[in-house]
Nanobody, 128 residues
Framework: QLQLVESGGGLVQPGGSLRLSCAASGFTLDYYIIAWFRQAPGKEREGVSCISSNGRGTNYADSVKGRFTISRDNAKNTVYLELNSLKPEDTAVYHC?????????????????????WGQGTQVTVSS
């Protein structure tokens, strides 16, 4: 079965940290640009971060810049999102998504379509 599976969400206090994982099953992530999106209740989906297929290009939403870090380990077929200095407004369901772009290796855009694979999401709740 071809899918992305997120994990690592949970309940954390403000100022805390979490590490989300996005693992590919049934296919290799080598030629895929990966992005993380989040959606809070009653709000539109927001692009959080993306990483190029070779891991050398990244982008972040202004709301998370300096607090979140995206990385990937193609040998493990997994992309990570490190969430630090968490705030209550970071509470959302976090999804990872993949776009196959073998001709693009070193950069990514949050605004491009990610329509190849989507994960089911993992809940992040920041509350005291």
């Amino acid at each position: 079965q071809l899918q992305l599976v997120e994990s690592g969400g949970g309940l954390v206090q403000p100022g805390g940290s979490l590490r989300l994982s996005c693992a590919a099953s049934g296919f290799t992530l080598d030629y895929y640009i990966i992005a993380w999106f989040r959606q809070a209740p009653g709000k539109e989906r927001e692009g959080v971060s993306c990483i190029s297929s070779n891991g050398r290009g990244t982008n972040y939403a202004d709301s998370v810049k300096g607090r979140f870090t995206i990385s990937r380990d193609n040998a493990k077929n997994t992309v990570y999102l490190e969430l630090n200095s968490l705030k209550p407004e970071d509470t959302a369901v976090y999804h990872c998504a993949a776009a196959r772009r073998p001709w693009i290796t070193g950069n990514c855009l949050l605004s491009m379509p990610y329509n190849d694979y989507w994960g089911q999401g993992t809940q992040v709740t920041v509350s005291s």
